[in-house]
């Protein structure tokens, strides 16, 4: 049978979601990736058994009813122009590209059922999160379609209003970001204080990875689960006091996503 679902662009994103395909059990050649440049993603998924071609050709794109969209964004225009002509009129397009909307995605892949979609780095490993919108008048299986390939990265959420996209970007797009950045930033504290180097980085990861198991594993609110941490007058509370003293975590945390919000909505095209 021809397989009737394409990856345009196998990166590090796109072939992380096909190889979760993979792992919930789609068949290896039930889908095949175009990349002019196969790259180390790419061989990791031919080594799975899936087909990478250079190019789109007309026999192949005559069969295809989903394309997964996953070069970068600056790029899109030039893989739009490779094969949106030789697609048929009503193949799907699902599109992971950061800031590219829904009206942009249709002026250069033509009218077809499309969902925008913003998944993050921890789709690698299936803890990801993506966050999806689907254009107006968008079949609704087929938008279940697209959320069931999305969930192969993890979790997922469907938005009504596309305009809260920059905000998703923000927390879950950019997100991964700054959880990275605090466990850098514990680790050179612990350092200040006379750790050494290497046991510095380990607590720090750890702590981090750690943190996030309990969380994952408890039906506890995040805020729950500090305040079972921090008893009155203690080491906890001592450095809770120097980290929500104003101007604060959680007002730096609210400048620092207003930028990237901000950042995403003047990439917006
Ligand atoms: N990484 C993230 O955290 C993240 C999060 C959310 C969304 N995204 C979105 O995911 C998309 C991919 O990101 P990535 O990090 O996976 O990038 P990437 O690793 O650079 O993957 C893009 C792939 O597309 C290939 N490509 C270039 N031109 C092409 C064409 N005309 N046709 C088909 N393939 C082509 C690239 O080859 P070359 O390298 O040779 O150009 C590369 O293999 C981006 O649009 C990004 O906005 C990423």
């Known amino acids: 049978m021809k397989p009737d679902l394409v990856l345009i662009g196998a990166g590090r994103m796109g072939s992380a979601l096909a190889a979760g395909w993979i792992a919930s059990g789609r068949p290896a050649d039930s889908f095949f990736a175009v990349d002019p440049r196969p790259g180390p993603a790419a061989a990791r998924l031919r080594e799975a058994g899936v087909r990478i071609e250079k190019t789109l050709s007309a026999e192949d794109a005559a069969g295809v009813k989903t394309v997964l969209l996953a070069v970068k964004p600056q790029i899109m225009d030039e893989a739009a122009a490779a094969v949106a002509r030789l697609l048929p009129a009503d193949a799907m397009l699902v599109s992971i590209l950061a800031g590219k909307t829904l009206d942009r995605l249709k002026e250069a892949f ?31 299986e087929r938008v279940e379609e697209a959320r069931s390939l999305l969930a192969a990265g993890g979790d997922t959420a469907e938005l009504e209003n596309e305009g809260q996209m920059d905000a998703v970007t923000a927390v879950s797009g950019s997100g991964p970001a700054y959880f990275f950045l605090l466990a850098e930033a514990l680790a050179a504290a612990g ?18 990875i750690g943190s996030g198991a309990l969380l994952e594993s408890s039906t506890e609110t995040p805020g729950r689960l500090r305040e079972g941490v921090t008893s009155p007058g203690g080491t906890t509370a001592a450095a809770l006091d120097v980290l929500t003293k104003e101007p604060g975590l959680p007002a730096l945390m609210r400048r620092a996503v207003a930028a990237a919000a901000g950042r995403s909505r003047e990439l917006r095209g």
């Open 110 to 140: 033509g009218d077809r059922p499309y969902v925008r979609s913003m998944p993050n780095t921890p789709a690698a490993v299936g803890k990801g999160y993506t966050v999806y919108v689907a254009s107006g008048g968008a079949p609704r």
């Open 191 to 208: 350092r200040a204080e006379g750790l050494p180097e290497d046991l510095a980085a380990d607590l720090a990861r750890a702590t981090l």
